[in-house]
């Protein structure tokens, strides 16, 4: 029986990537992959939203009956070895803007001085005040992991370096997540 370790995300690794199963919120992904023309071209595809979320069920079943399917694929290097950016202020300094700009100077140590490919952040999910500071800064939610502190499961966020835009002129700009997945 595929099981994963307590607060992991993925049921196996290689060196470089995470393998795990296909959920039903995964459906947005799905359509990422199988709406792909040029992922599908040689086995029926473009496929249309309805065939997507047909194969998805497809693919879910098939692991609840026989123990696998086309597993998501993560690369790994983006997740592993990240910094993790977080703030904690105290309350008399909340709401002027004092957590955005300390993060906007650590993140152009991250990028430039220490070289990080890419932070990550993630938040409770009540905290919205955490939540709006870490999209200011133009993460991107990339998905829920197991936090062994609260017991539950929290978004995550990945803000990955880019080539052409300096570190502070990132903040709010459409940066895609790295994230890839592979059929
Ligand atoms: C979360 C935290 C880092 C935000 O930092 P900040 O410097 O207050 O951030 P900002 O000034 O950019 O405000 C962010 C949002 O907080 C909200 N906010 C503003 N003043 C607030 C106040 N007095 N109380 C609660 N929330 C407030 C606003 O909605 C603001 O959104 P806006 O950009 O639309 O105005 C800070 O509240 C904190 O340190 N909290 C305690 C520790 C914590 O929760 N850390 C996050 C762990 S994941």
């Known amino acids: 029986m595929i099981s994963k370790p307590a607060g992991e ?29 040029e992922v599908t071209r040689y086995f029926g595809g473009p496929f249309s939203g309805e065939e997507i979320a047909r194969r998805l ?7 609840e009956s026989f123990q696998f399917q086309y597993w998501p694929i993560h690369l790994l290097a983006l997740e592993d ?14 709401g002027r803007g004092l957590a955005p700009e300390a993060a906007r100077a650590v993140i152009d ?7 990080a490919k890419g932070l990550s952040a993630g938040h409770h999910p009540q ?24 017991g539950m499961d929290i978004p995550y966020y990945l803000l990955a370096k880019t080539e052409n835009a300096l570190p502070s002129e990132r903040a709010g700009t459409g940066l895609e997540s790295e994230l890839q997945d592979a059929d």
């Open 9 to 37: 995300r993925y049921f196996l690794k290689s060196k470089r990537l995470g393998f795990r199963c296909w959920t039903r919120e995964d459906l947005p992904l799905a359509r990422e992959l199988w709406g792909d023309i």
């Open 127 to 150: 905290n919205l005040a955490s939540k709006k500071v870490i999209e200011k800064l133009g993460f991107r939610y990339t998905h829920d992991e197991y936090f062994e502190t609260l």
């Open 57 to 63: 069920e497809t693919e879910i079943l098939r692991m």
């Open 109 to 115: 140590l991250a990028f430039g001085t220490i070289g």
């Open 81 to 94: 070895g990240i910094p993790e950016l977080g703030f904690h202020l105290r309350p008399k300094y909340w």
